[in-house]
């Protein structure tokens, strides 16, 4: 196995980075900052990020078929045009319940796009970290970021038994998918809400984008929305 290095490829400090997503046709990660209300797009080519503002909170984002994206914004799915910078609303749930919004959203292999509201989360280990978004790899083993955890963790899901631990320099990993040219880089999104001064002048990198490669494996493709 090559050796594992990790590097912070966008630096912009998002509040709460999620839901990464590789853009295979403009070789660029998508990801968002949930309560900063943005969608944000980190090029390899560039190496820049732009974002598109948004008017809620936004708490996922997927690729769509028929081109541009789909996003989950506040309690609604709705596209966005992104050269337009143009929000539509799809479809809207919970209408009656306006502090309510959706935590997260993925594409099926089917073409539809799952999103739930907030729930229950356990601990994957007492007393150290809380699993968030994780992805899958073309072996079939799950990957999933260690919020407080300030890791990555490769796992069997017939067995449980965690197969490797890749750490990064922050501690508010939040979410991971696989990228690049043939799917065997990682990209991963951290956050910094909630962090004092004291805790940021020791992870300024906190909120930021990180590429890890050398990990051996490879991912599989996002599923794009079909509608």
């Known amino acids: 196995m090559s050796s594992v290095k990790v590097e912070c490829v966008a630096r912009e400090g998002s509040r709460i980075g999620e839901s990464p997503v590789w853009d295979e046709k403009e070789n660029a990660l998508l990801f968002v900052d949930i309560p900063a209300g943005k969608v944000c ?44 910078q143009l929000v539509t609303t799809i479809a809207q749930i919970d209408k009656d319940k306006p502090n309510n919004r959706f935590n997260d959203g993925k594409v099926d292999p089917a073409g539809r796009y799952f999103a739930g509201n907030r729930r229950s989360i356990y601990r994957l280990e007492k007393e150290e970290s809380i699993p968030d978004g994780m992805c899958i790899d073309t072996e079939g083993k799950l990957w999933v970021a260690c919020y407080d955890g300030g890791r990555v ?25 696989f990228g690049g040219k043939d799917y065997s880089e990682m990209y991963v999104t951290s956050a910094s809400d909630g962090m004092d001064k004291e805790w940021l002048s020791r992870q300024p990198q906190a909120g930021g984008i990180f590429k890890i490669t050398g990990l051996g494996v490879k991912g599989i493709p996002p599923y794009p929305f079909a509608g």
Not at 52 to 77: E, H
Not at 153 to 177: A, F, H
């Open 41 to 84: 797009r980190w090029s390899a080519h560039t190496q820049r990020v732009h974002a598109v503002p948004v008017d809620a909170p936004v708490s996922s984002v997927a690729l769509r078929k028929s081109g541009d994206y789909v996003i989950t914004l506040g309690t609604r799915f709705a596209a966005l045009k992104w050269k337009e």
């Open 153 to 177: 963790i490769r796992l069997d899901p017939e067995t449980g038994k965690r197969l490797q631990t890749v750490k990064l320099p922050v501690d508010k990993t939040t979410s991971c998918c």
